[in-house]
């Protein structure tokens, strides 16, 4: 550290370790991490950073205990009211001096906190990108003391910035507006693709250093499952797996629907959803209960956890594969950040293969097949083909469905069901058949004949929707079909299936 610029810029005691005194009085911690020690040290020094650390590695202590050096405020970019509610939480829990920049706010709020600011008795303050671009809110930051720009969770630059946030697309005229302050990204995945991008965007004019940790969570046991029929699968996996348990669904509307199956096949289960389209006070209400619960099963979009600090969840649940290798290691690394055991299971079908022919953009396309081509289709240890896509090797696995040869070969019911109608090919529609299937139906036979009707009740512990989504899925993927028209009109037939060859 430069002594001049440490005298221009910090509080330094040079008879012991200010960071770790810091640690001590405001956190309660004995010990940082070898990398947290580097960032810090980089951030005192005024290196511009991008900082790529696990899920739990403690990236948030960096900027917050620098901020207790530094003259002026730090601003940290926040993608999530959940998250950025959860850091102010975790602060005010520890009496820290913090802000707050967010839509609904009260003029006389934000002149007071610009007042608090202009003091230096705000040390931190989280804002929304959409805040920040306000005209009224960036003038009256341009006019304070903004030392230290944090972007928390960057990989939303590339994420969300191409899709559905443009805001973010706008944050490197926030950079240029605080040219003169020191600009440190942080996020837990990011492949050589997006830090491309992130540089791109933040760091324009600027040389950042990249400070990266191999983004293993050695604690999580990976495993992906096809599936005929998710609901059948999610059902028994939302029985059976450890609780706290996140499911994660790709729309709003999927949350809730998955939500409320759920509540209808579990019935005594504390079980609820969650998604941007709430409005404030349920998201808050939502988030502190799942804090509290030891049990609870939260069926959410890619809108909760990000960065939130509840260390006991057990389970994640894909139901639908995420967009990104990093999207999936951000969502999955929200298990077990107390470092016991946890398990990430992600569910596919045909039908987020054929998603792929329904992404416009050419370059999210792509980080969506490579995620579903090497870690569900291909066959490896999950592990390895996720620490690949990071552009990480990794010559062993601390647990996943492949290498301890449990992983699930052929959907569940798949065989039963192609057998049933290789049998009786073209001799049910499909009301009947799923009848037939469930046990509810012996078409056309004598009552005391119906124990040697092959395939009957074969899918009796099933429910009738999800035989109809079996059914649906095994048309979508081509081995079974149902003609509209012709002389076996609205009749199953098997074709192309193992069962021709």
Partial sequence: MEKSRSSARFNTDLTEDPVVTAAKNSYGIDYLYPYQRLVIANTLDQVDQIVILPTGAGKSLCFQLAAQFFKGATLVVVPLLSLLHDHVRRLEQIKNTIGVLKGGQKQAERICLYKRIR???????????????????????????????????????????????????????????????????????????????????????????????????????????????????????????????????????????????????????????????????????????????????????????????????????????????????????????????????????????NFADRIDDDFLRQRFVWLLHNVCLKGICRRKALLKLLGHDADYCAGCDICNKEAVKEPEGERSILAFFKRWNRRFNLRQGIKVLKGEYSYELQQGFRSRFYGFGMLADWEKEDIHEALHNLCEADKIAIPGWGFFKHRIRIRNSHFDK
């Fill in 119 to 353: 003091q230096d008795k705000v040390k931190i303050v989280f804002a929304t990108p959409e805040v920040i671009l306000l005209k009224s809110v960036l003038g009256s930051l341009k006019r304070l003391t903004i030392t230290h720009l944090v972007f928390d969770e960057a990989h939303c630059v590339s994420e969300w910035g191409e899709r559905f946030r443009p805001a973010y697309l706008a944050m490197s005229d926030i950079v240029a507006a605080f040219s003169s302050s020191l600009v440190t990204a942080f996020t837990a995945t990011a492949s050589a693709t997006v830090i491309e991008r992130i540089q791109d965007i933040l760091f324009k004019a600027r040389c950042p250093q990249v400070v990266a940790d191999l983004p293993d969570r050695p604690n999580i046991y990976y495993k992906t499952v096809p599936v005929i029929s998710k609901t059948k699968v999610l059902v028994k996996a939302c029985s059976l797996e450890k609780k706290p348990l996140v499911v994660f669904s790709r729309s709003r509307t999927g949350a809730e629907q998955y939500a409320r199956l759920l509540r209808r096949r579990l019935p005594g289960r504390e079980i609820y959803f969650y998604h941007a389209g709430l409005n404030g006070a349920e998201r808050k209400n939502i988030e502190q209960w799942f804090f509290d619960s030891a049990s609870g099963i939260l069926v959410s979009t890619s809108a909760y956890g990000m960065g939130v600090d509840k260390s006991d969840i057990r389970t994640i649940i894909h139901v639908d594969v995420p967009p990104s290798v990093e999207a999936y290691l951000q969502e999955s690394g929200r298990a077990g950040r107390d470092g016991k055991p946890a398990r990430a299971l992600m569910l596919y079908s045909i039908q987020d293969i």
